[in-house]
């Protein structure tokens, strides 16, 4: 211990005096706790040990509600864990140590593989571009003391390091990551993670009649658009996906002829986040060797402003048939992902699981706490809450009753888009969705209103999130039974 240049200690919310002795430097530790009150608001404290490092330590009393530590991944247990590492890793300490005191094993396995998660978040940098050099992060040791047995921390690794990379993706730059440097990105990771990838560019998906898709692209200064598909298949099988992963992956989005105002449309680089959160899952499955076969599409494309943008009014012809009316531009994502749904449904898979920054709407209805999620199977609303909860990626199902239908009803063609008010767009956008999605296949859709924020959320700081990484992990590896169950009720 002391080779440590910080380290955490947690307790419980009332820990006994005579038992502060067990802990470096206990009697200074005691004298701390009790400055600050034995029902402090403050959690977290901090002081340094008197040896030859100075140790760092910081101690954190735990969230009185017990349920925060018996439930790996619950919200609570979570941001507590990326409060202790924020203020443990200020120094930017190169190893840092965890220990548990007055915890159950079962207990502090999950205190462990949340500081572990917190850690990865914490640590991880984020793309910058500045011409002066930075301090950069030293490579981070974490030493756990005291626990009584081993911790299996595979699966947390895999989510933080798909985490990171869904993060990393999102908060690229628009002229760093444009159609052209994703698909080459995508192609790298297919050679690293043995995926076969195939990408239909716009000629393709011409012959494919994806009509959706095309119109949002038709705007687009150049040619580089497309759709990717691409596979992970254990043991070389080529069985039909058990899961498929859709994201959207709007790389800028302008509005189109719609145009967003400034501030609406500063950050629509993050408009990608979809396929970032898709791609990121597939490679957590992948690291965790999952038996069965996946499949991943990314709708990749820029919804630009210019002489051959589409435009309200303009009817258009999905790839399964379905005519659309354009009502508003700046409705782009449930264009591109209409086609992308189409395509994923024809190889049969047995869940589609699709993620989008889709609807202002839905931020409004939930805050960037919670994400919105809807699904052609009411049986599986329950689960969703609870896996949201176990995850501590907490999402909220919203209402798909057939009467939505009634407000998109178009005069001249198959759909409307969009509503011309606006209201509700969350809903009728996932009520739109589904119109690409055979009755037989069940599906689930991510609004991901949680997917950036300007405060913490869980482990992870303020910024890109990550967020639907974990959640869907947890969905079909920790959920497997329940979900098939509820997949195969009756549809909606």
């Known amino acids: 211990m002391g080779s440590l240049e910080q380290l955490i200690i947690v307790t419980p919310a009332k820990w006994p005096?005579?038992?502060?002795n067990q802990l470096p430097d206990g009697k200074h530790l005691k004298a701390l706790v009790h400055r600050a009150g034995r029902e402090p608001k403050r959690q977290i404290l901090q002081s340094r040990l008197s040896n030859r490092l100075a140790t760092g330590i910081t101690l954190g009393r735990l969230p009185k509600a017990t349920e925060a530590i018996r439930i790996p991944g619950f919200y609570p247990l979570?941001?507590?864990a990326g409060e202790l590492v924020a203020a443990a890793l200020q120094d930017n300490p190169h190893k840092l140590g965890l220990t548990a005191l007055g915890l159950s094993p079962h207990e502090s396995a999950n205190l462990v593989r949340a500081v572990v998660l917190a850690a990865a978040a914490h640590r991880f940098r984020l793309p910058k571009y500045q011409s002066s050099k930075t301090e950069r992060s030293r490579t981070l040791t974490l030493k756990v003391f005291g626990l009584g047995k081993h911790v299996n921390v595979r699966r947390s690794l895999a989510e933080a390091e798909a985490t990171n990379l869904a993060r990393w993706l999102t908060a690229q730059p628009p002229n760093r990551l444009n159609a052209r440097t994703y698909r080459k990105a995508l192609e790298q990771m297919s050679t690293d993670n043995d995926w076969s990838m195939r990408f239909l560019n716009e000629k393709q998906l011409h012959r494919l009649k994806a009509g959706a898709f095309l119109a949002v692209a038709q705007g687009n200064p150049g040619a580089g658009a497309g759709i990717a598909h691409i596979r992970y298949r254990p043991g070389k099988t080529r069985e039909c996906p058990t899961l498929a992963l859709v994201g959207k992956g709007i790389?800028?989005?302008?509005?189109?002829?719609?145009?967003?105002?400034?501030k609406a449309m500063l950050d629509m680089h993050h408009d990608m986040a979809g396929s970032a959160v898709a791609v990121s899952t597939l490679l957590a499955l992948t690291r965790l060797q999952v038996p069965f076969a996946v499949d991943c599409w990314l709708a990749i494309?820029?919804?630009?402003?210019?002489?051959g943008a589409?435009?309200?009014?303009d009817i258009v012809t999905a790839s399964n048939g379905t005519t659309i009316e354009v009502i508003h531009t700046d409705a782009e994502g449930r264009m591109a992902l209409a086609d992308t749904l189409v395509l994923a449904a024809r190889e049969h898979p047995e869940l589609i699981l699709d993620y989008a920054t889709l609807t202002g709407s839905c931020v409004q209805a939930l805050t960037e706490r919670y994400s919105g999620v809807f699904s052609n199977r009411d049986a599986l609303n329950q689960l969703l809450i609870d896996v949201g909860r176990e995850s501590g990626e907490?999402?909220?199902?919203?209402?798909?009753d057939k009467d939505f239908d009634d407000d998109l009803k178009s005069s001249?063609?198959?759909?409307?888009?969009?509503?011309?008010?606006g209201s509700g767009d969350h809903i009728h956008a996932a009520r739109f969705l589904q119109k690409f999605v055979p009755d037989n296949v069940p599906w689930i859709h991510m609004d991901?209103?949680?997917?950036?924020?300007?405060?913490?959320?869980?482990?992870?700081?303020?910024?890109t999130t990550g967020f639907g990484v974990r959640f869907s992990l947890s969905l079909v590896l920790d959920h497997g039974e329940a979900l098939k169950k509820a997949a195969n009720a009756i549809t909606n």
């Open 394 to 400: 907490r999402v909220w199902p919203f209402p798909m």
């Open 78 to 80: 979570l941001r507590f």
């Open 448 to 463: 991901l209103s949680a997917s950036s924020g300007k405060s913490a959320l869980a482990q992870i700081p303020s910024g």
């Open 17 to 20: 005096d005579k038992d502060w």
């Open 301 to 307: 494309t820029e919804n630009r402003l210019s002489g």
């Open 412 to 421: 001249v063609a198959d759909i409307l888009q969009c509503t011309l008010d």
């Open 251 to 262: 790389i800028f989005d302008t509005g189109g002829t719609n145009l967003k105002p400034f």
């Open 310 to 313: 589409y435009k309200s009014r």
